[in-house]
């Protein structure tokens, strides 16, 4: 599988264009809608065949370019079934599996950060969205977020692949581009080196953050595939 990672300075959202090298079938995660108009000419430029796009989760901070992008290619829009999305093609759960050619994309629920978090898994990468970070995790205080579940989702699911396993996040506002598995583990201080499920949930209380400038326009669109 190939990989392109791709950056909204806007937002500071990593999007993911992947496609078999083989069959020329495309998905891209988390599509940015200011950023439509670079996918469409990367897809087009790279002779691609956009099948999918996926969804980490139901997005807080930007908009969505999903339905511009179906509208365009005929790509289906892919977002786990908590999400409440009133347009998704496909509605994923634990453990599906998405085909691109011969190869597959392994769906996992990674819970917490809101109830429609998936992280998606394919030979040897795994894409996070904002379950789990570069030396961070996901905030916790939107109307579905858990900690004790993310602190589940990252410990019991993420935490159990191969330390080599590359991780490519949701975003980054330090212009980190990936980790490991291993590396997180042993070095992340929201919830690496051993730090308990109590005391990941006590930190998570304590922590204030300003809402993202785009909540109230981004969440109502996003369940409308950026409409």
Not at 39 to 63: F, M, W
Not at 67 to 79: P, T
Not at 174 to 200: C, L, M, Q, W, Y
Not at 212 to 221: G, W
Request: charged share 25%; hydrophobic share 35%.
């Amino acid at each position: 599988m190939d990989v392109l990672q791709l950056f909204d300075p806007g937002s500071s959202t990593y999007s993911y264009l992947l496609w078999n090298p083989a069959s020329r079938e495309a998905v891209l995660i988390d599509p940015v809608q200011d950023q439509v108009t670079r996918d469409l000419q990367l897809v087009r430029k790279l002779g691609l065949n956009l099948r999918y796009t996926l969804e980490t989760h139901v997005h807080a901070d930007h908009i969505t370019g999903s339905g511009l992008l179906r509208r365009a290619l005929n790509s289906l829009v892919l977002v786990h079934e908590n999400s409440r999305s009133k347009c998704a093609d496909i509605l994923l759960k634990d453990g599906d599996q998405i085909p691109i050619g011969a190869m597959k994309i392994r769906v996992l629920h990674t819970p917490g950060h809101t109830d429609s978090d998936v992280s998606y898994l394919t030979a040897g990468i795994v894409f996070t969205g904002n379950a789990l970070l570069i030396r961070d995790c996901g905030r916790t205080d939107y109307r579905s977020s858990d900690a004790g579940r993310l602190y589940d989702s990252i410990t019991q699911r993420l935490f159990s692949l191969p330390d080599d396993t590359i991780i490519y996040p949701g975003y980054d506002y330090e212009g980190r581009t990936f980790s490991t598995v291993g590396d997180e583990k042993a070095h992340n201080p929201r919830v690496g080196n051993g730090i308990s499920r109590e005391r990941f949930i006590s930190i998570s209380r304590s922590l204030r953050t300003e809402p993202p400038p785009r909540i109230h326009e981004a969440l109502p669109s996003n369940v409308r595939c950026g409409f």
